[in-house]
């Protein structure tokens, strides 16, 4: 090692005197005292130690800035490993580079070398080490320092980043990129991040706010999240090609996300997604997000637009666009796109002025906990216009809110559904096989099999009864949470309870709307009315119950009691014994010979002869 | 003979008239909707840096030019915005800032997209934080252009987009400075300078001088909302609601030459390059809304530059003000044009 220490005087003569070519592949370290400097030359890449204690007796004199550079601006040479100690009530100011220090000025210095080993402070005077500076090449080391005020590296950032003290820990850092093994550390704010030159790989984490995260390419990479987090402050925003990141502000709010040419995969927690320029989240590509905004008015309170993307994973979010306009979008572009995977809860409202719309399908299900008070369109696949495969629940806290009179939801372009209220008519297979339902959930008797209000020519195997709704059993078993009656044909009239002779299965094929009924052992019989009632009763009441599910809240909800019911008529084919196409006397000869119980009574006796002559002359059907 | 002669040189004068008037025309930078200031004293002292350097001899400008009171508008960035937007849906998101007072339209079907004033209080006016510096460039190009909605005038007139290109090793081939012949350009680091310190009667009537603080004084504004401090910056309000307070807010507040806003807002682009050999970020000027008090002070110090940026970044705070050529009078047009047309009929009438 070549060390020189000697006042400034005496070093600038023995620059004269040897030339700036003895300080090739050197590094020149400057303390400043307030009326000379000392200079020490080090070897490129050799480690620099350095002892900026005050002294007392003259505390006029103590260090006061550290300038560490490759002089005379060469820029040949590399930075070791620095390290600064000495016991320090006041800033000790290091400048990576030849000039003054320039507290909170972002602006570059000259490139203080190649490459840079880093600079730890002691920690018993770190807070008081205040950096900043500009290097060319790539940061090899860590840095620990009390407060970052501007830092340029024009490479890759290979090592730690710590800000200790405040008020901005870490103003201003601009980087080539930022590797994956980087944690970039403020235990107070983090003003302006940005890479300028590739990604951004490394953690960030501020104990209060973060301003701003730029990189120029990607944040974070596939499968490998960094997480992004304001421990006590807002976020105000994030924004790269594509985000890879569990970003964090539960004690505050998040400006913007932006992947401006991809997607997002990863988390935001944070009390709000808030901006005042209308923008919140948005991404041009798929997003696989899990967002939780929590706090008592919570709300994605600006845009949250996926274009040219689907949207996957769980989401839950307190309410929507209070006092604020929003929009929620998942559109489809040339690539693809528009897809609804992840389930949603909002646990408020969908609030006025909060359009909601889907391009393509809503595959999953989408929870409002309160009112429904904005249109909502789903636009619907480009093979066949249905969309809506899935499912809406409306009033999930079931606290009476209501789907507001006015507001629709839009299913399809083409010739587009419009559903304007609880009870629409249109079927689950018309949208999409999906349901939009208001708590407590009503039967869909559109889209029960057998129809309801309808004959059935035949016996049917079974009724499955299907609600605007996922429904559940109160006691899972093979107790009926369903009611049957058995009436007269046509008009129910004589109405018997044959509940006891069926069974119920729950769910057929995987459907949770669904609720299928089953002989057992009684058939459904010919020219009779079946009526299915959902049973009810108040929870605690000892009777089985059919409950809506999937729920906010917590406690038991039966459905709405709606009924359902279809007339079993006899099919001709049955009576045509002589199986010509047609009911006719020769029927009447062969029902004497071998009599059959066409009604499904039980009882083989004349009231089935009767139906084949009340039908002679019907063609077989 | 001498008739014809005559003639044919009147025709000749009108034809070189219209020509130069046309040529005058053509020089001449629209109005517009901006409240321009004019920016006089060409020549003046420039700025003698105690600070860090940084800014010594900077600010002194040779010759007067227009800039802005206002920084751009959500209003101005808006039509802009528009014109190119509503396009295709390609441009769904051309030039979307990330803080302004408009939102998107849907009421409008396609094709791109159309933006709508944001139902707040004086939507139009309010601050345009989070545009980069070629956004910023192909402004000031559609400006020059007449604000033609075709797609060559964003692509030249101040800049040359196509130089808008990003090498391997980070540095950018962005055209520099402006061309010589721009009706409206982002401002030199001089011209700002000079604009928001410069004080053309400072010491006295005629005496100029510079000011450390862009409202007027050497002391830094104080920072806080209208009618309790004097700047839209250095503090925050609840969701980022200081973003929410128009340009205009603080109407006594102004630079020397009568400028709003230069403390707050937005921060405000810059020609300016740092490390010209290895060019890769561009200059902004004057403290934003939201900033740090502290930081939002050094930021309007004359001294210090408001920071640099990649030509892509902009964080959500940056913004423009724009600066121009003088607009000539119709008077002084008319001057030069007669005065033109007798020194070229004198000129033909020697060779005859």
Redesign the interface.
Known sequence: MKRLSIVLSVAVALMMASGTSAQQNQILVEVHHRTWTDSTLYDSGEDIDINVAQYWDTDRYYPDQVNIWDDPGLVDADIGAVSISGNRTVPIKVTISS??F???????HE?AAINWAGIIADQTMRDQVWLDGSIKGDLTGSIAVGQIHGLYI?GTIYSSITASAS??GL??L?A?AVDSSVSITSAT?I??V?T??SDMKGTVWAGTAI??I?A?GEIGSVGVPVSITAANG?I??VQADQIFANISAING?V??V?A?VGGFIGKIDAI?I??????GF?AKGDVDLELTLSGSNAAI?D?FII?GGNFTANSFIHSWSIGD?A?FQVLK?ANGGGYVYGDITFTGNLSTQS?FTIDESLESTLTIGNNFMENMTIKGLSSNGKGLTGQVIINANNNSSIWVSGKTVVVGTTNPITLTGDEYTATAASLGGGAVGLVPFSTHRESCSPVHGTVKKGTPASITLQFYGPVIQKVVGTDMPVKVYRGDFGTGNNEVDVTSGFAVVMAPGGDPRKVKIVPSPTQFRPKYRYRLVPITTSPGEDETTLLCDDLLASGEVPVKGRDYWVDVDITFAMLDMGGNSWVDAPDLVLWAITPEDFNGDGNTDTQDLQLIVDNLGQPVD | MEYGTINILTAHSLGLLAGLGLAASAAVAQTYDFDWVTIGDAGNEPYEDNDLGLMDGRGSVGYEYRISRYEVTTGQWMEFVNTFSTQSDDFANFARPVNWGAMIDWDYGGPGRRYKLREVESAEMLPVGGIDWRESAMFVNWLHNGKSSELWAIEDGAYDASTFTTNGNGTFNDQPTHNPDAKFWIPTQDEWLKAAHYDPNRYGEGQGGWWQYPISADSPPVYGPPGEGQANAGFELSGFAEWNIPLGAYPDVQSPWGLLDVAGGAAEWTEEIFHEDWPSTRGFEGSWAGTDLVVAEIKDRASRFGGTLGPGGAGDFAGLRIASLIVPTPGAIWTFGIAAVLWLNTRTRRKT
């Open positions: 000039g003054a320039r507290a909170n000025d972002p602006t570059e490139e024009d008020p901005s103003f201003w601009v080539g704010k003003g302006f940005q300028i030159l301003d701003n730029e120029e807002n105000k925003s709010d400006g913007l932006n401006t709000n808030s901006h005042s320029g209308s923008q948005l309170r845009d274009d306009t929009v572009d359009p």
